[in-house]
């Protein structure tokens, strides 16, 4: 029942991957980094803004359709507050996709005018698409481009592992290999990478990060979880508060567990398997829409 967690990696794909975002950038006019809506701080690499130095930026927050909405809606203000152009997708029901191509003309109007004084109004705009894995970027890059599994053109210097997708005559995407980086600095990160799906479960035991996952919604939306879960006549008093995060997590995994009879030899509680529910719950969007994170003030 530990907090402590300490997560590194840098596979040799995703440095390869780092060096020919950079070699690209050159050739693009703009970069469009997809975030979870869920997490947008947890799931923005922290690489990018140096990677990508002053071309003009895209936030696109993705996944709106899992997401608690009125937090969405602070999230893309505080984008814009920083200067980003921002629109909000969800990529299974189409939502957002058609904002794309006018916010990024929008964003690129002065190119698109400095092209034109040049003798060259139908040049393309160009954007590379940036994301860490599973943010649902290729859904995303499929959608925008209006057809499933884009295929890679014959274009010079194009390499294994990136493809340009055409949108239309006057757009063409970068799609770029999803880019981790070195250390999750601060540990929660890494949790909510994994709530989400985006890095393995087996960062942790699974329930230690049912757990977590459990201490946080109780601790953001705590009438979810007693609704789902039958928590109503729970109620935590001040040695539950003084627990660590990962305790008062199991101990509110235990109290569903046997609203849920679930039951091993010995009418000992099945926390592995309610771990998995909850895991999968979350993950479903069954227990609700949640954003784990808020701007700060």
């Known amino acids: 029942m530990t907090d402590e967690m300490n997560i590194q990696w840098y596979p040799g794909h995703m440095t390869k991957t780092r060096r020919m975002m950079e070699s690209e950038l050159k050739l693009v006019d703009a970069v469009c980094e997809l975030l979870d809506a869920r997490i947008p701080v947890s799931s923005r690499n922290p690489d990018i803004d140096a990677i990508c130095g002053d071309k003009p930026r895209m936030v696109i927050l993705n996944r709106i359709d899992m997401a608690d909405p009125a937090r969405t809606r602070a999230w893309a203000d505080h984008f814009k507050a920083r200067g980003f152009s921002v629109i909000q997708t969800d990529c299974k029901n189409r939502r957002g996709i058609a904002d794309f191509s006018p916010a990024l003309n929008r964003l690129l109007a002065e190119k698109r005018r400095r092209y034109a004084e040049k ?157 998995k529910v909850l895991l999968e719950e979350y993950r479903s969007c069954r227990l609700g829409r949640f954003t784990l994170e808020q701007p700060s003030p």
């Open 119 to 275: 003798g060259m109004a139908g040049k393309p705009l160009k954007a590379m698409i940036v994301g860490i894995p599973n943010v649902g970027k290729s859904s995303f890059i499929n959608q925008v481009a209006g057809r499933k599994g884009a295929k890679a053109e014959n274009r010079p210097g194009v390499t294994r592992g990136k493809q340009w997708v055409t949108v239309d005559q006057g757009l063409l995407l970068l799609d770029t290999p999803g880019i981790l980086w070195p250390k999750f600095e601060d540990p929660e990160v890494g949790l909510r990478l994994a709530w989400t799906g985006a890095v393995k479960d087996d960062i942790l035991d699974t329930e230690t990060l049912a757990a977590r996952l459990m201490d946080r919604l109780w601790t953001d939306y705590p009438e979810a979880l007693r609704a789902r879960y039958k928590l109503e006549s729970f109620e935590p008093g001040p040695d539950f508060e003084a627990l660590t995060p990962a305790a008062r997590g199991f101990a509110l995994l235990e109290q569903a567990a046997r609203k849920r009879g679930f039951l091993l030899p010995g009418n000992e509680l099945d926390l592995e398997r309610m771990a």
